[in-house]
């Protein structure tokens, strides 16, 4: 260990057993409006942000739009024969802030088509990237070397009107949505498919056309995608990845640079990352019973060894939602309507009826329900798709919807910078009038 490393560990466990006890006595005293166990927690329940696209409630989960879950899946157009939204339609109804006719969707399908041929250098880029890279590394590699494509940036170089970034700023991020489908599976085919790839089918809709150039010319693949990309396009604007991209965004950097610092943010296993760690946390839990289908004892018996180990139990627990997720349930009534037996989809339902209690009782974790991420790689698994270190990416290509669509309205509203004033702990101590440590 070199001589710094050893001091630092001796600064640092005197440091964080001073801030422990100091939030511990002083947490609820206010600096300003908000505690100082908020200013320390993470910001939770600060509200510092305006997002129009969509808001989250802790009871009743998200509404895009002022429309929930359920009410999308009933109102926004689908397929000829299809029976889940496209996710054309939340799009335009994250950007427009009213319900597309099905004219309007049909129109958003070819608008996108037209702008969806990927330059060259990128998938020169991605072949360059060792075969063992994440996929999500690879996914925010991609989208940094399309930016060579942001109208936004050649724009400024000439200089532009404050008055016109949001067009620009549209521009690019219909480009990038368009090309992410083919970015995305540009990724699994070289990665899991022996590099053997699937041109789009100018006949499909966004989705399904993402479903076909992974390989999986399915029709229920197809509504299984559609659903997919439209309830994980957005979750209102604190949650990491839209913060981040908004954020990265406020400083005039393009979309891709915006969008590419949110994919950054989502590839963490306590945000995106967490429908990988759901699916390895169950073929752990398998293998470890020697297979097969585990007793709800037994399950039970796993989660409090996860906890014990200092581990969090992946696809429960939230900052905001205080209920099972709207997203989770979509997905659990998507598996009773199409799928109806599957192991994997069975152990899911398991861990449900018996991990709340157990994360109930330790007293201190906040939502004990599942969350979206609980219920999603399973799905994928019982079509085929069983790559779970990829799952990140489709949540990254439904994700760019709500972002992006926020991001247009960020220059429409002419927001500034984002820059927000941070304090340390020696000056509220000294403002409580506490020893300083
Ligand atoms: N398993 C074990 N411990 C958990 C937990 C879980 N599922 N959820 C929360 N906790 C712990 C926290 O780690 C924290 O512990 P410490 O006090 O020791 O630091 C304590 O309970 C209080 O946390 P909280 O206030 O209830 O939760 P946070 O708002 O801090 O964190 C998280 C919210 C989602 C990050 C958290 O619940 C978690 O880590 N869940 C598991 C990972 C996961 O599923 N993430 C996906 C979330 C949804 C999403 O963004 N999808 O993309």
Redesign the pocket.
Known sequence: MDKLKEKFIEKARVENDNVKKFIKENGDKKFGEYTLAQIY??M?GITGLITETSKLDPEEGIRFRGYSIPELREKLPKAPNGTEPLPEGIFYLMLMGELPTAADVNELTNNWARRSIVPRHVFDTLDSLPVNTHPMTEFSIGVMSMQTESLFTSAYAKGINKKDYWDYVYEDSMNLIARLPRVAAYIYRRKYKNNEHIEPDPKLDWAANLAHMLGYDMPDVYKLMRLYLTIHAD?EGG???AHATHLVGSTLSDPYLAFAGGMNA?AG???????Q??VKWIYELRKNLGGGLPTKEQIAEYIKK??AAG??????????LRKT?PRFTAQQDFFTKYIKKDDLCEIVQMIYEVAPPI?QA?G?????WP????HSGVLLIHYGIVEYDYYTVL?GVSRALGVLASLIWDRVLGFPIERPGSTTTSMLQKKFGLTVA
Do not use: C, M
């Not at 296993?269 to 429908?275: D, E, K, T, V």
């Not at 581990?311 to 905001?320: K, L, M």
């Not at 201190?364 to 004990?368: A, C, E, L, M, S």
């Open positions: 927690g993470g939770h979750h949650n990491a990845s989502l296993p306590l945000h995106g990352l967490a429908n760690e759901v996860t906890l581990r969090v139990v992946p696809g429960y627990g939230h900052a905001v997720d994360l330790t201190k974790i906040k939502n004990p969350n979206v991420d609980a949540f």
